[in-house]
């Protein structure tokens, strides 16, 4: 699992819109990424609004914020437009970024075990080091949380 002061690993994902993300190329600003388990549920919806609704002011601090999850960019597409999502949305349906993060964890439900995505967020600085990270985070209040952080690199 990524934690804080651990460079964070390079990748290149598909955007919805079209466009490719490479993470290195965004450098010197200051990056947040959120992993989210899936498009259109409830906490996944209420996130997403969250960092929509602060997106201007992660901007004014300098900050990108990307919201990455297993969805297609299809499926993000969509997510986008029900719901007025401002944040762009990057797929990794592979996996691959997930567990370079270390948010492709094992779960339970009703005593069932499966995989899926650990809803988790990275702070990124400018050099590429992970300057916070947060793991099994809660919805409410993460995504102002997480703009303070920003606020205070």
């Given at each position: 699992m990524i934690d804080s002061g651990q460079t964070a690993p390079d990748f290149t994902l598909p955007q919805d819109g079209g466009a490719d993300v490479t993470l290195s190329a965004l450098r010197p600003a200051p990056v947040v990424l959120y992993?989210?388990?899936?498009?259109?549920?409830s906490g996944c919806t209420k996130e997403a609004i969250a960092f929509s609704g602060l997106l201007a002011e992660f901007e004014a601090a300098g900050a990108r914020v990307f919201?990455?999850?297993?969805?297609?960019?299809?499926?993000?597409?969509?997510?986008?437009?029900?719901?007025?999502?401002?944040?762009?949305?990057?797929?990794?349906?592979?996996?691959?970024?997930?567990?370079r993060y270390g948010v492709?964890?094992?779960?339970?439900?009703?005593?069932?075990?499966?995989?899926?995505?650990?809803?988790?967020?990275?702070l990124i600085d400018g050099s590429g080091t992970v300057a916070r990270a947060w793991h099994k985070?809660?919805?409410?209040?993460?995504?102002?949380?997480?703009?303070?952080?920003?606020?205070?690199?």
């Open positions: 992993f989210y388990p899936k498009d259109d549920t919201g990455i999850s297993k969805d297609s960019v299809e499926k993000h597409g969509k997510f986008r437009c029900k719901h007025e999502l401002s944040v762009p949305l990057l797929s990794d349906e592979g996996s691959d970024v997930c567990e492709w964890v094992e779960k339970s439900m009703y005593g069932k075990k499966y995989f899926g995505i650990e809803r988790s967020t990275f985070v809660k919805v409410p209040g993460h995504a102002e949380e997480v703009l303070e952080a920003v606020r205070a690199l």
